[in-house]
């Protein structure tokens, strides 16, 4: 059955999306991932399920990190000595492909009908708190899981790209653990594709973690990528106060994940964030999805305090129309969370929400190039 979903979209089908609209050149996705992650957060410790690696290949690079660093591990005994024993458990069991090639995306959040709402997809089910509409899509999630470890890579990126005529992206890395291999294996799986820039990511509890970042911003990382419920750190904590103090060094503008599909839940609600955006408003701050079911006190920081942007991915369009009336559409960036959501649902939504040309080239490309031209690259050997 087909279904106008907007102005600028139409399903034709469970995961069959027609875009109508022209995007404008030059456009940047500022929101897109290489790999899959998960992770448990569990009563010993983090247990990360996932890792660019196989299991082996990830526990040689977990001792070796443990012996480039053992002195710092062992310099304040016994706190570090039981980090190096939980550290076990950062050993992913699971690799995610980070190359490719591999089978097509499959959108795990719109390729699949809602419960009970088969004329829409799968996100519109996540919007409500009702278990009969929320249970189903996590089991849809889970049963895509195992194909997922291998699609979320450098091929399918580049064609999403291509087939969308998307100039650039930014890949954001997460670190999940204190001896993180993705943002690691990110870069080098991004090195030589100049129309892929790397955000870089570093845990609080590795044991040199100023080190990590002057590393990565030689690498060429433009931004940091920041996800407190996967990195199980709180914004308002002063593990990641720590960050930011690096991040606002080196010049580098911060990506947030912000909400989940229902309100006040978890570790990245929008609110535990004002403490910092106050605290550094030198430090630009870009809040993902406008805070999906946290809207409204996503909307609320960005009016607030200059130095916080809009991210767009996850969010409807109407959402979207109200953040540009209330703040303009000067700090509002273009992103689709690429392979979460189907790439012209997102993309529609923007084209839904503005109208003049004008604001769109600032949405689809300016705002994040000009936070970016901020950024100045580390000539340092």
């Known amino acids: 059955m087909i279904q106008k979903m907007g102005k600028h979209l139409t399903m034709n089908g469970p995961g069959q999306f027609s875009l109508h609209g022209d995007i404008p050149e030059n456009t940047i996705d500022a929101h897109v991932h290489l790999g899959v992650y998960a992770t448990l957060n569990l009563f010993f410790g983090q247990l990360s399920l996932t890792g660019p690696g196989t299991f082996l290949e990830n526990l040689r690079e977990h001792i070796q990190d443990i012996l480039l660093h053992r002195s710092q591990l062992l310099s304040d005994f016994p706190k570090n000595f039981m980090a190096i024993i939980k550290g076990i458990f950062d050993v992913a069991p699971l690799k995610t492909d980070?190359?490719?090639?591999?089978?097509?995306?499959?959108?795990?959040?719109?390729?699949?009908?809602?419960?009970?709402?088969?004329?829409?997809?799968?996100?519109?089910?996540?919007?409500?708190?009702?278990?009969?509409?929320?249970?189903?899509?996590?089991?849809?999630?889970?049963?895509?899981?195992?194909?997922?470890?291998?699609?979320?890579?450098?091929?399918?990126?580049?064609?999403?790209?291509?087939?969308?005529?998307?100039?650039?992206?930014?890949?954001?890395?997460?670190?999940?653990?204190?001896?993180?291999?993705?943002?690691?294996?990110?870069?080098?799986?991004?090195?030589?594709?100049?129309?892929?820039?790397?955000?870089?990511?570093?845990?609080?509890?590795?044991?040199?973690?100023?080190?990590?970042?002057?590393?990565?911003?030689?690498?060429?990382?433009?931004?940091?990528?920041?996800?407190?419920?996967?990195?199980?750190?709180?914004?308002?904590?002063?593990?990641?106060?720590?960050?930011?103090?690096?991040?606002?060094e080196h010049q580098l503008v911060v990506q947030c994940h912000v909400g989940w599909p229902v309100k006040h839940v978890g570790l990245s609600q929008a609110l535990a964030y004002e403490k910092a955006i106050q605290q550094f408003p030198q430090l630009n701050f870009i809040l993902c999805h406008m805070g999906l079911a946290d809207f409204e006190d996503t909307l609320y920081l960005a009016e607030t305090y200059e130095n916080v942007y809009l991210e767009t991915s996850g969010q409807t369009s109407d959402n979207i129309i109200k953040a540009a009336h209330k703040m303009g559409a000067d700090r509002i960036i273009f992103g689709t969370d690429w392979p979460i959501y189907h790439p012209a649902v997102p993309i529609s939504c923007v084209l839904d929400a503005f109208s003049s040309s004008s604001d769109l080239e600032k949405v689809f490309s300016k705002n994040f190039t000009h936070l970016l031209n901020h950024v100045q690259p580390n000539t340092d050997n």
């Open 98 to 248: 980070l190359i490719g090639p591999g089978p097509e995306p499959v959108y795990l959040l719109t390729d699949f009908p809602a419960f009970f709402q088969y004329d829409h997809p799968a996100y519109v089910g996540l919007t409500t708190r009702s278990p009969f509409t929320i249970i189903p899509q996590v089991l849809s999630i889970l049963k895509a899981f195992p194909k997922g470890l291998e699609q979320a890579n450098r091929t399918n990126l580049s064609n999403y790209l291509k087939t969308f005529n998307i100039s650039r992206a930014a890949v954001l890395p997460i670190a999940v653990s204190r001896f993180d291999l993705f943002t690691q294996a990110t870069f080098e799986a991004c090195l030589g594709f100049d129309q892929l820039s790397v955000f870089c990511s570093v845990h609080p509890e590795h044991p040199d973690v100023s080190g990590q970042f002057e590393y990565f911003r030689k690498m060429g990382a433009c931004g940091f990528k920041f996800h407190p419920d996967f990195q199980n750190i709180p914004p308002d904590s002063d593990n990641a106060h720590l960050l930011f103090e690096h991040c606002l």
